[in-house]
């Protein structure tokens, strides 16, 4: 008996000391991202309550402020297929890194639609935005601008929502183990972001994401708090739970669009049906082959789809 206890203790102390070298060895490269470090990065930052944010303004001035809201995991050039469309067609684009992604701060969180909330709104007034924009959110960001609507719908003339989250099954399986407190660590830090790094590099090789944006994605990860922000909108955002944030943009009748592929297994199609039922007049996208990637891999039919109901007055 004892033998076997001595044994048991052996084998825990081993696994447990892999265990920790892994995520040491994961997350030894990462480093402060500082103001000096932002001096050689391009774009532009900006200083709001929680810490700064990296953005972009893109086309003229004076035209029509567009509002491009990135997802969980890809920063803002998650829309280089798309801005250059936007401008052309007149549009003052906006594209920002949210905290805890690109060269944005990493605050600590929780990351819950309050603290992406916080963050547009400190972000509007820091940027001098008091008129109503355009609004478009994709994946999580189709989350964050619904919610932002529903909150603030003085501030949006047309929403347009593209592959949004809101109506997503609960955690299960593996996924569900992301939630218990250090197993969920180790298992994001170590494994999570090479899964997402190794499903972006898939994506360059089939010719839908660029080499930019592989390079790009791979480096946020180098600063410290990266994927602990990811972990923390993971467990902290309701993405299977914004039905009421949907039903009162409905109420709102602020002219709303969706986008979605018909083949996303990241946030399913089957989720449209109960958008649609919160927003009965909303306006439909649908990309027969498309999956979660359409923003850049039918750039073309999104950007067709977002100039044609954002210009289209008797929406």
């Known amino acids: 008996m004892k033998k076997a206890i001595s044994i048991i203790l052996i084998m825990t102390t081993i696994i447990t000391g892999a ?37 972009n303004w893109h086309g003229p001035k004076k035209g029509p402020v567009l509002v491009m809201v990135h997802g969980f995991s890809t920063p803002q050039f998650v829309f280089d297929k798309n ?14 890194d949210h905290f805890g992604r690109g060269y944005s701060d990493r605050p600590e969180g929780p990351y819950n639609e309050d603290f992406f909330d916080k963050e547009m709104i400190d972000l509007f007034k820091a940027l001098k935005i008091t008129k109503p924009v355009y609004l478009f959110g994709y994946s999580l960001g189709g989350g964050i601008s619904t919610v932002f609507t529903a909150r603030h719908p003085e501030m949006i003339k047309k929403l347009i929502i593209a592959a949004p989250v809101g109506f997503l099954d609960k955690p299960s399986g593996q996924n569900s183990l992301l939630m218990i407190p ?10 999570g972001i090479r899964t997402y790094i190794d499903a972006f590099e898939k994506e360059k090789q089939d010719g839908i994401a660029t080499k930019r944006m592989v390079k790009l994605f791979k480096e946020q990860f180098n600063y410290k708090g990266t994927w602990n922000a990811l972990l923390s909108t993971f467990r902290s955002y309701p993405m299977d739970n914004l039905k009421s944030y949907y039903k009162r943009v409905g109420a709102s009748l602020i002219p709303v ?3 979605w592929g018909a083949k996303d297994e990241t946030v399913p199609f089957k989720g449209a049906a109960q958008v649609e039922k919160a927003i009965p007049h909303i306006k439909k996208t649908v990309i027969e082959d498309g999956t979660h ?6 750039p073309q039919m999104i950007n067709k ?11």
């Open 182 to 191: 250090v197993l969920g660590e180790y298992l994001f830090s170590v494994i």
């Open 305 to 315: 789809s977002t100039i044609s109901f954002l210009k289209n007055k008797t929406l």
């Open 19 to 55: 265990i920790i070298i892994s995520f040491n060895i994961s997350t030894s490269h990462e480093k402060e991202l500082t103001d000096t470090i932002r001096k050689n990065l391009s774009g532009s930052f900006i200083k709001i309550p929680q810490g700064t944010i990296h953005y």
């Open 293 to 298: 990637s359409i923003v850049y891999s039918h």
């Open 83 to 96: 801005v250059p469309a936007l401008v052309k067609a007149g549009f003052r684009v906006l594209t920002f």
């Open 257 to 259: 669009m969706f986008i």
